[in-house]
């Protein structure tokens, strides 16, 4: 049974589909309310409450995913979660709309001091000439981040009849122009802005990116609106600006802190807030449970997910055109782990024929993903194999070649190790499997399965005979063999699938064989 955690409120329809699986138990309580079973979840549901620390996720260790309904995924640490093998995904675009027309409400009240007449008429008072506003039709709005959200408040905006300026280092100039809106610098959008909306994620760079200096290049008399995250508008650099009166008002859904205590900013009359509002709607609640639901019944049933922060993206076209380049390659990684059985330093990989055409990405993660489970003792997979062999020092490569070479398809190895190199070559045949075609500078043709034995001798008679004769009299069957050589009287091999896995012993008994020079346990 799989057993998934909602720690914070969620649309009841949007889960049905995880509520309707009965091989799935949903736990719908806070994390203090199940500490005692927290290592016993498969899957984690939040909105913005719960902080996914790495002190939860090391109390969760038989935890696959992460489900964030909403967009910001600022209340999870996504490098522990990566480094745990944890996928993390949010739901993008659930509440896009929600956000804008958030900001827009704001914008209205904003600039006709709704929420502060509204007090006025309920505290009995009838001020009319207390509450004049300004228009938001001809006026510029400048639009910090013009992704989702900013994109859908700038066509709200222009219906209004307002200038639209957009700041967004990462906005192409295509998308812009079909859009039809003004890019501009940061400062220019300072500068001519009468209103200004930020839209961005909370990064290093975005981070009070409306702080002093940036303020000082606003327009006297502008009005600043935050639906985005607390901190891109730094807030105590706002006091003075609201004290000389050169911001004529604030809008606020986020803030720093969460949520803000007895903040300063409160205090004043022409700053309006909600408590990060922004997603509240039945609609967006909706639409981003149901987006997360189903994208962790996808990522539970070994389905792609299409919204995870820290994997590659796949369609479910592309998945299945990878799936079993996908299964190769992890198996490759797994053999040439064990074969090397020493420190490595590099992995080169070649993809050629049709593999070389697809999303390798994701086939290379596997592939490190083979190759490191045997030595690593966490959890390790694809989410995380590019991230451990980077801290174990192991660089990877990937390079690409349209000629198979007598192959339709082929994954081509190259492990530098310490004190050896290793080549290896795989195939993917349609009807017929996986096929390692080359192994350790031999031609050879065997399946990458089971209980495998690697031996490397000098070609001479009797060599096969020695060896089945000592496997046989040790009751170990032999399912089947493959030879390769480089040339008669040369270096050979012999690549044998047994029923059952070997013992030391026997191990050692076979290396006692003259001319064998090497022989390897391989278990895929
Ligand atoms: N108040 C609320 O309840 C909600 C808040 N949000 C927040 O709204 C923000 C925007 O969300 P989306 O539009 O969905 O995200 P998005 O990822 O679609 O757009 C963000 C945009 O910011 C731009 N950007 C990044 N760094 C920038 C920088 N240094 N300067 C200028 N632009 C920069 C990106 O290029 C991108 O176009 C996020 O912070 C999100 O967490 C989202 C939903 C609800
Ligand atoms: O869960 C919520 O209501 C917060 C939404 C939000 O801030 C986001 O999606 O980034």
Not at 45 to 60: G, N
Not at 357 to 369: G, V
Not at 437 to 449: C, L, R, S
Request: net charge negative; glycine share 8%; aromatic share 6%.
């Amino acid at each position: 049974m799989v057993r998934i955690l909602v720690s914070d409120a969620m649309s009841e329809e949007g889960l049905a589909p995880l509520l309707a699986d009965p091989t799935i138990e949903v736990v719908q309580k806070k994390v203090n309310e199940v500490e005692e079973e927290l290592h016993q979840f498969d899957a984690l549901l939040v909105r913005s409450a719960t902080k996914v620390t790495e002190q939860l996720l090391q109390k969760m260790p038989n935890l696959k995913i992460v489900g964030r309904a909403g967009v910001g995924v600022d209340n999870i640490d996504v490098d522990a979660a990566t480094r745990y093998g944890v996928v993390v995904i949010n739901a993008p675009n659930g509440n896009t709309i929600s956000t804008a027309e958030h900001t827009f409400a704001m914008m209205a009240s904003l600039v006709r001091r709704i929420p502060q007449a509204h007090i006025s008429v309920k505290s009995r008072e009838w001020n009319r000439s207390a509450f004049v506003g300004v228009e938001l039709f001809g006026k510029h709005l400048g639009i910090i981040g013009f992704g989702r959200i900013g994109s859908e408040v700038a066509k709200r905006a222009r219906a209004f009849g307002m200038h639209v300026h957009v700041y967004d280092p990462f906005l192409t100039k295509a998308r812009a122009e079909k859009i039809g809106v003004d890019v501009c610098t940061l400062d220019e959008l300072l500068a001519q802005a009468d209103i200004i909306t930020v839209h961005t994620p909370l990064t290093k760079e975005t981070k009070g990116l409306l702080g002093p200096k940036n303020l000082a290049k606003t327009k006297k008399g502008v009005y600043l609106i935050n639906c985005a995250r607390g901190g891109i508008i730094d807030e105590q650099a706002l006091i003075p600006f609201l004290e000389n009166k050169h911001v004529a008002g604030v809008a606020l859904d986020v803030f720093e802190q969460e949520p803000p205590g007895d903040h300063p900013l409160l205090s004043f009359d022409n700053v309006i807030v909600t408590p990060h509002l922004g997603a509240s709607t039945v609609e967006a609640q909706v639409n981003v449970a149901t987006q997360v639901a189903e994208e962790v019944l996808k990522f539970l049933q070994g389905k792609p997910v299409t919204s995870s922060i820290n994997l590659p993206t796949l369609s479910k076209d592309v998945y299945e055109k990878i799936q079993a380049f996908y299964t190769l390659a992890r198996k490759m990684g797994i053999l040439a782990s064990q074969y090397m059985g020493e420190p490595v330093q590099e992995i080169a990989i070649t993809y050629s024929g049709s593999v070389a055409d697809l999303e390798t990405t994701f086939i290379t993660r596997s592939l490190l993903a083979g190759f490191l489970k045997p030595r690593v003792a966490s959890t390790v997979n694809e989410v995380n194999a590019a991230m451990i062999a980077k801290e174990r020092g192991i660089a990877f490569s990937e390079k690409f070649s349209a000629n198979g070479n007598d192959y339709n398809n082929s994954i081509a190895l190259t492990v530098y190790g310490e004190n050896k190199t290793f080549t290896m070559k795989g195939t993917h045949i349609v009807h017929y499997g996986d096929r390692i075609v080359h192994f350790n500078g031999f031609a050879i043709d065997f399946a990458p399965e089971g209980h495998l034995l690697y031996i490397q001798h000098h070609d001479k008679p009797g060599m096969i005979g020695k060896v089945g004769n000592i496997l046989g009299d040790h009751q170990v069957n032999i399912a089947t063999m493959q030879v390769g050589r480089q040339e008669a009287g040369g270096k050979a091999i012999m690549m044998l699938s047994l029923d059952k896995p070997l013992d030391d012993a026997l191990v050692d008994t076979l290396e006692s064989i003259e001319d064998i020079d090497v022989v390897k346990r391989l278990e895929v």
